[in-house]
Structures are given as structure tokens and as C-alpha cells.
């Protein structure tokens, strides 16, 4: 009888999108905020790619649209306000969970894969070495990164403790033998993301960033 009227109940509130007891969880949507979209490579992470540095990015993929995973669309306000939270955590800044952005480019039947992350350390931390000031640059065959100090009134970095932040752009798929290493590329798109959470977080002088990667010292 319980069943008979449970099945009553479904039937009359149907609208409400009642289910019976065995038909199982239900499906999310089509089109679900959850799901994988497919974007512009400049709207892949959130204010992180300038016009030059999403020009970049789409070379390295190979793609002119990438999937982004709407639930890990992280952009510069996210990372701002987490590297925020780093040099607030003082001795262990560097131990502050940081959300990366990770995009997929579609190619043929496969996929390439890009990450932006950062990294935050500060001499509250400990003493950093002398080559762990100024701006940085840090070239590589798989991933290259950009480091500046952020002194900033918003999260109370100063010039004698300043938030110390490293931008990385690093490659998640297996190069081809026949692939060349944009390792400029690279660079453009680290660099780019380095200036974004700088002007987010408010850094005094952009922390140092020039305004292009030409004008950075290798």
C-alpha cells in the first residue's frame, strides 16, 4: 500500500519532478553549469590573458577554443584572493592551497593541456635568498614562470616583507618528436598572468612587471 501511494504521490506531483523509489539518480541537465564548455582561448581563465598572451596560448594548444571545466574556471580575482590569504598565513605561506587554471585544446582525436598557476612565499616565511627579489624570469622546456614582489595596501605586504609571487605556464601534454618547444610562448602567457594578479592585488609599480616579455631580464 506504502508503494501504491508513493507511486499516487509521483503521479500527482509530476510537475515537481517527483521519481519512483527504484528509477535510480537522476541526470544532470544538458547544459549543466558543471559540464565542460567549450570557449575563446582569451575567456579560458578570467582576466589572467591579455590579447598577445591568448594569441600565445592558442599557438601552444594548437587550438582556437579550448574546454574549460566551469567548476575550475579560475581567473585573477580567484588567484588574487588566494595568494591574499598566503602572505596573511605568514610562516606558512608557501603551504597556502593556490587554485590553478587548466585548459584543454581539441586536436584531431587528441588533446593538449595548459596550466596557469602561482606560487606565494614571503620573507615571513623565513629569509629568502638574494635571488628571490625582483622580477625573474624562469625559461623552460616544459613550463617557464615570472616572479615579482608585490607590496600592496590590500593584503599589507611592505617593501622590508614584500609578497613574494611566481606566475607559471606549464605544459600538460606529451611533445611530439617533431614539436618545437615554443619556450617564448611560454613566457608570454606567464608573464601576462604575473601582471594580472598584480594589478588585482594592487601591487605598487605592477611589482616591477614591464609591460611586454621583450623587456624582461633572461
Known amino acids: 500500500m506504502a508503494r501504491i501511494a508513493g507511486l499516487a504521490m509521483c503521479l500527482a506531483l509530476a510537475a515537481a519532478g517527483c521519481s519512483s523509489p527504484d528509477s535510480g539518480p537522476e541526470k544532470p541537465a544538458a547544459g549543466s553549469a558543471t559540464a565542460p564548455v ?4 582569451a575567456d579560458a581563465c578570467p582576466g589572467l590573458l591579455s590579447a598577445t598572451a591568448a594569441e600565445a596560448l592558442k599557438r601552444v594548444l594548437q587550438s582556437s577554443a579550448v574546454m574549460r571545466d566551469e567548476r575550475q574556471a579560475v581567473g585573477a580575482a580567484a588567484m588574487g584572493k588566494a595568494v591574499e590569504a598566503a602572505y ?17 585544446g581539441q586536436v584531431g582525436g587528441g588533446d593538449r593541456m595548459g596550466e596557469i598557476r602561482l606560487t606565494a612565499d614571503s620573507a615571513k616565511a623565513g629569509p629568502l ?3 628571490q627579489a625582483g622580477v625573474r624570469a624562469l625559461p623552460g622546456e616544459k613550463e617557464a614562470g615570472v616572479s615579482f614582489d608585490c607590496v600592496s595596501t590590500r593584503i599589507g605586504s611592505t617593501a622590508e616583507a614584500p609578497l613574494r609571487i611566481t606566475a607559471v605556464f606549464a605544459n600538460r601534454w ?18 601576462s ?3 594580472a594578479v598584480a594589478g588585482e592585488l594592487g601591487c605598487a ?6 609591460a611586454t616579455v621583450a623587456e624582461l631580464d633572461r
Open 38 to 41: 567549450t570557449v575563446e582561448v
Open 88 to 104: 596573511r598565513a605568514g610562516p606558512k605561506a608557501s603551504e597556502t592551497a593556490i587554485p590553478s587554471c587548466t585548459v584543454t
Open 129 to 131: 635568498s638574494p635571488d
Open 174 to 191: 606529451q611533445k611530439l618528436e617533431g614539436d618545437k618547444g615554443p619556450v617564448d610562448e611560454y613566457l608570454v602567457i606567464a608573464h
Open 193 to 195: 598572468a604575473a601582471r
Open 205 to 210: 609599480n605592477d611589482g616591477g612587471l614591464p
